[in-house]
């Protein structure tokens, strides 16, 4: 599977919803937290295999806004789950060059855990090899809005006319301004929904779906997924030879 991966045509950039953990553990028999303790095992072998081929931007959709709705034991768990696997992984990440980021509602998480992401962000920070992106107590919705109050503030201080507001500033105040878009979306566990998920930044991006839940979802399902973007034409609204003309 790798050696048939281009490594001239990769994405630069791959965002994966990871759901299907609660399903994983129910078939089990077991609760939904113990789906999200081998969830974890993914994210690793993910990350693992995301350096390994060289993909320069990887982010996990780890907690969504809505996700605070969910029962308390589940959310308490998940926030502990996070922590203690970044405390664990910190060092591993900074001696394998991956650069830790957070995007989401930061001012949200419970202080232990924010501590504990600041911590890890700033240990890291010196590395390039890959960059690794939390989405956190985050939504689109959340970030289109939070971006829009954001430039109007600008306005409203004269910083920013109105006539000057173009799809490059508000893209600078969106929480992924320091990156570029991905181009290949993967969820994982048979849903066909993007759930509030990087909606502006998908404008292009190649879905992919899969069947496999995220307990399940290891390092060759990515490459699986890579090749098959890598199979794909993408004409961002022109036709086909107009593409084989550039
Ligand atoms: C979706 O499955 C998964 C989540 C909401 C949480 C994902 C979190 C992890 C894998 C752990 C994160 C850890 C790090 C270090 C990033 P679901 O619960 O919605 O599954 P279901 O749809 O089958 O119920």
Redesign the pocket.
């Known amino acids: 599977m790798l050696d048939l991966i281009d490594k001239q045509k990769l994405p630069k950039h791959v965002a994966i919803i990871?759901?299907?953990?609660?399903?994983?553990a129910k078939e089990r028999g077991k609760d939904?937290l113990f789906?999200?303790q081998h969830?974890?095992i993914?994210?690793k072998d993910v990350v693992e295999g995301s350096a390994e081929i060289g993909i320069q931007y990887l982010t996990?959709y780890?907690?969504?806004t809505e996700?605070w709705n969910r029962p308390e034991n589940e959310v308490n768990g998940?926030m502990e789950?996070?922590v203690t696997?970044?405390r664990k992984e910190a060092e591993t990440l900074k001696e394998n060059g991956v650069r830790l980021f957070v995007i989401g509602d930061m001012e949200s998480l419970p202080p232990y855990c924010l501590n504990e992401l600041n911590e890890a962000m700033e240990v890291t920070a010196g590395n390039d090899r890959l960059n690794l992106i939390?989405a956190l107590s985050y939504s689109s919705k959340w970030e289109i809005t939070h971006a829009t109050r954001k430039i109007a503030q600008q306005v409203k201080n004269n910083e920013l006319n109105i006539a000057d507001i173009n799809e490059d500033v508000f893209r600078q105040n969106l929480a992924t301004a320091d990156f570029p878009d991905p181009e290949l979306m993967i969820r994982t566990?048979g849903e066909h929904r993007i759930s509030n998920f990087l909606l502006y930044q998908l404008a292009y991006a190649e879905l992919y779906f899969t069947h496999t839940?995220?307990p399940d979802f290891r390092k060759e399902n990515l490459f699986e997924a890579v090749l098959n973007y890598q199979n794909r034409e993408r004409r961002f609204g022109k036709i086909s030879e107009q593409l084989k003309q550039a």
């Open positions: 990871m759901d299907g953990n609660g399903r994983w939904r789906g999200h969830g974890v993914s994210v996990l780890a907690f969504s996700n998940l789950l996070l696997t970044i939390l566990s839940h995220w």
